[in-house]
């Protein structure tokens, strides 16, 4: 019946699909890390599911926490600076850096984070700290991009792997 | 004739310099196979056959089996289990004999010792919250699965059967022939799992404050697999992820549960007189024949008395359905219940809605009149909804499909209000679970095999619904904007819509989004709405009440437009490449009254002058050494174009030259090619959008050149203005080169000024 190898490749495996036809249901955050070498600074940009932020405030404490629209900006402004300190950090050659918070924004059902470092010269090598929404979310997938005007590379970080020690990109 | 000579000679040579470059001798080059985007499908597709036409329509031989349920159900409420009890009647009409029936145990995944309780790698983590620990290192597995009390034939005598986790071997005492039928009943039971607590697909939810459940009951009988052409038999597990491939067949359910119970299932009430009191029954009646707003057939202060009463005494529903491929029904006595009439074609369908309390005040305002409005949508794409009715249940955290019935997501705050993330995100599922009896209910493809068919078709006339429902509805998916993300991310963590991969990674945008919106990309840019609704209907009415594979889509959408796909399919559906295309250059050329000095010295060496030359037309672009400043005040720099032009002016008829002569070089970095969408501006403020046709690409995929002339100066080229074709990368789409920022960028820019 099948004239063709491929054909019968497709049909030997199974397919496996999430299990509501709607919501997201993976869990993932997206952290992009551009060094800016004309600016010798390094911009992050955090993305993270709008929806996911808000259980995770909601867990930690007794209050209502509604975002997007936001119950009170100026609270979330502190929660989220915090969160991010917290749960993501950088090292160059073994010196933690100092991550400035600039602010954050919403875009369809994702919360971006905006952070950086001044002042800056690549490092030999680097590590990444990653425990965005870690263990709030047994699941969750912390992809991390590391990129210059030369090279990019991708990660993936979970909670069996919070720390990334690399050689700097070229 | 010494000027066609020299024509000819000329042409000779000049034909030679386009070719030819300096000659060094190469290595050896290794061959390659026919690697053309344009290459049709044939390797990938099977070849067409008695059961599967070229067309992409059912053949001459086409055969379906057909498998009927005569069910008799018990719900017990107080302890939480599902007594069953079904006679099936299987119809073999493949050619084949055959010796044995698989049939499907999908609640055997939830038997303590399941294989998928294990299917997933786990670790420790580095730190864990100690209420997640302590459950997952205590955690007692739930008693679920089916427990089969027997499997006998028609005169009682027990069957051979092997169960293998969540698949049942039924051996025929004689093989079953062809054109034949077979009789046999099942008796079983099991524990129902609460589907909140233990996500799944069915199970109950549990209300503390009331102490009562709210039902939704699906994959509750052993049902058979599919047994087909293109598979054989569909024999793969239930690993809890894969959805279902089913056989269609007629149905009779009679489900019995405490009397203040409320309830609605796959098919038609057959004994409302019996089960509703008589002021359930009179509105009831009237909401068949309502059709501007739907009918209270229970309210929400009825309901609320209920929660307190559980009725001991029991009474049967009774449900009929014809041509379905599987059952669902949902019961509680917390059910408000409300229900229209809709007008499809020229029929009435019956729009209804059940929901406990915390579903409002969204689900009284909304749900049934959503459920409405779908049907109509999706009809209009396809055919008219052929069932007697489509029923929307309030379930928290669900999203599920079955034929005429449906669990949805959507629960306000306690307080009643809601977000407009909950409020859309309700209209949205409901269209989309609704629209599943469209895609795979009627159009039944092998979800198990090709989720995309089902969920990737019915994303699509969701978002076309959506748009319909509300003008600038905020639809996640559909519009080739938002897929970029998903497409230009990591190729590590991207798959082709057309595999399966072992660790398929964000399906969502896989299954879905992509499809989704590659299906808009070719309604909207490629064949135009006209051409794509017709083939897209076709598909549909081809394939209603049949089991269509993913090339008799492909073909048919072909078939009934001829429009050739195969490159669109292969790049959407068969890669993970992109859309990347840019503007490389804009020359701009002038006319010259002698040639340029490339041409010069091509000609010298063969001992010629350029004077010699017959009458031609000479282009210099403004980058080559032989541009002058003066080429560009003199319009007419030709004396042959001039003379030429006077002497033949009468057949000319008052035509003058354009005064702008550019050649456009177009490049594609990305592996997806698409038709180019070119919008030129001009200096005179005015715009000009034109679209050259995907097969540019077919000879050089990589650089496509374009003359053109126009009589005002192009100021500006945009590629893709509109954000039509999901181009990944808009820092090639303009000249002059124009910077994108990134979001790093906009947000700091916004925060400084």
Not at chain 1, 41 to 64: C, G, K
Not at chain 2, 305 to 326: G, H, L, P
Not at chain 2, 450 to 477: A, K
Request: negative net charge.
């Amino acid at each position: 019946m099948f004239k063709n190898k491929i054909s019968i490749l497709f049909f030997l495996v199974i397919v496996l699909f999430p299990l509501i036809s709607f919501t997201h249901d993976y869990y993932v955050s997206i952290t992009e890390v551009v060094y800016v070498s004309e600016k010798q600074q390094l911009q992050l940009t955090t993305r993270v599911f709008t929806d996911d932020m808000e259980a995770y405030f909601n867990s930690q404490t007794n209050e209502t926490i509604l975002l997007s629209p936001d119950h009170n900006s100026i609270l979330i402004d502190t929660l989220v600076e915090r969160f991010f300190h917290n749960n993501f950090k950088v090292f160059f050659d073994d010196n933690e850096l100092e991550i400035n918070y600039l602010g954050r924004q919403y875009q369809e059902d994702q919360m971006l984070i905006f952070t950086e470092v001044t002042e800056l010269r690549p490092p030999i090598s680097y590590e990444i700290q990653n425990t965005i929404l870690i263990p709030f979310r047994t699941k969750q997938q912390n992809i991390v991009r590391v990129k210059n005007n030369v090279a990019q590379k991708s990660f993936l970080m979970n909670a069996s792997k919070t720390i990334l020690n690399q050689l700097w990109i070229n | 004739m010494k000027s066609n000579f020299l024509f000819f000679s000329f042409a000779f040579i000049f034909s030679g310099l386009l070719f030819s470059q300096e000659e060094t001798p190469k290595a050896v080059q290794s061959g390659h196979k026919n690697n053309n985007n344009f290459k049709q499908l044939y390797e990938e597709f099977s070849t067409p056959n008695r059961f599967r036409t070229a067309s992409g329509a059912p053949g001459i031989d086409y055969y379906q089996q057909q498998v009927d349920y005569i069910m008799n159900i018990e719900l017990d409420d107080q302890n939480k289990k599902l007594y069953g009890e079904e006679t099936i009647t299987y119809t073999n009409n493949s050619p084949d004999d055959l010796a044995y029936l698989w049939l499907q145990l999908d609640q055997n995944i939830r038997k303590k010792d399941a294989p998928a309780l294990e299917k997933n790698t786990s670790s420790f983590a580095a730190m864990e919250d100690v209420e997640s620990f302590v459950e997952e290192t205590f955690k007692e597995p739930f008693d679920g699965g089916f427990n089969i009390e027997y499997v006998k034939d028609s005169n009682g005598k027990p069957l051979r059967n092997t169960i293998n986790q969540t698949m049942m071997r039924v051996d025929l005492p004689t093989p079953l022939k062809s054109g034949q039928q077979f009789v046999f009943s099942i008796k079983w039971w099991y524990n129902i799992n609460n589907h909140v607590v233990d996500r799944a697909r069915s199970g109950y939810e549990y209300f503390p404050k009331d102490d009562n459940r709210v039902y939704v009951i699906a994959q509750f009988f052993p049902r058979l697999a599919v047994y087909n052409d293109v598979e054989g038999w569909q024999n793969y597990q239930f690993w809890d992820n894969g959805e279902f491939a089913l056989n269609f067949g007629n149905y009779e359910v009679n489900i019995t549960v405490p009397e203040d119970h409320i309830m609605e299932a796959t098919g038609e009430l057959q004994n409302p007189k019996e089960v509703l009191s008589k002021v359930e029954l009179q509105r009831y009646k009237k909401a068949l024949n309502t059709f501007d707003k739907p009918v209270l057939i229970v309210n929400q202060e009825e309901a609320q008395i209920k929660e307190a009463t559980k009725a001991t005494k029991k009474s049967t529903w009774k449900f009929k359905a014809q041509n379905v491929r599987d059952f669902g029904f949902a019961t509680s006595r917390r059910f408000i219940w409300d229900m229209m009439a809709v007008k499809v074609g020229n029929k009435n369908v019956i729009a209804s809605s059940l929901y406990p309390k915390e579903g409002n005040p969204l689900w009284e305002e909304y749900s049934t009149k959503v459920v409405a409005h779908t049907l109509k949508v999706y009809s209009k794409y396809t055919f008219d909804y052929p069932y007697p009715k489509a029923v929307s249940v309030h379930s928290k955290n669900q999203g599920m499909e079955y034929p005429m019935i449906c669990w949805n997501h959507g629960r306000p705050n306690e307080d009643g209000t809601y977000s407009d993330k909950v409020k859309y995100g309700m209209i949205s599922v409901i269209i989309h679970e609704v629209g599943h009896n469209y895609f795979p209910m009627i159009v039944n493809s092998d979800e198990r095999q090709w989720g995309w068919m089902d969920e990737g078709l019915d994303t699509f006339v969701q978002y076309l619904t959506e748009q319909e429902f509300e003008p600038n509805y905020p639809s996640r998916r559909g519009d080739p904007s938002k897929v970029i993300r998903y497409m230009s991310g990591d190729q590590d963590f991207i798959s082709p819509i057309m595999s399966n991969p072992e660790n398929v990674f964000q399906l969502g945008p896989n299954a879905y989004g992509k499809p989704a919106t590659a299906l808009n990309i070719l309604r909207e840019t490629i064949m135009g709405e006209e051409l794509f609704d017709y083939a897209f209907k076709t598909y549909s009415q081809r394939w209603m009440f049949k089991h269509p594979s993913p090339e008799d889509f492909f073909r048919t959408m072909e078939d009934a437009s001829a429009v050739d796909l195969d490159w669109f399919w292969r790049g959407w559906f068969y890669s993970t490449d992109v859309v990347d295309i840019g503007v490389k250059s804009l020359k701009r050329f002038y006319i010259a009254s002698k040639p340029n000095k490339q041409v010069d010295d091509a000609v010298s060496e063969y001992g010629m002058t350029s004077d010699l030359f017959p009458d031609m037309v000479f282009m210099i672009d403004e980058e080559s050494e032989s541009f002058s400043e003066e080429l560009k005040n003199n319009e007419m720099n030709s004396e042959v174009l001039k003379n030429y032009l006077e002497e033949n002016k009468a057949t000319l008829s008052g035509k003058t030259l354009p005064k702008y002569y550019y050649e456009i070089e177009f490049e594609k970095p990305g592996g997806i090619v698409m038709p180019i969408i070119v919008e030129y501006s001009y200096v005179d403020g005015t715009k000009e959008q034109v679209t050259y046709p995907v097969q540019v690409w077919r000879k050089n995929p990589q650089s496509v050149t374009k003359r053109i002339t126009s009589n005002k100066e192009i100021v500006k080229v945009v590629i893709d203005p509109k954000a039509k074709t999901a181009d990944v990368n808009l820092s090639n789409n303009s000249w002059p080169k124009e910077e994108i920022k990134s979001d790093f960028d906009k947000f700091k820019e916004a925060v400084k000024g």
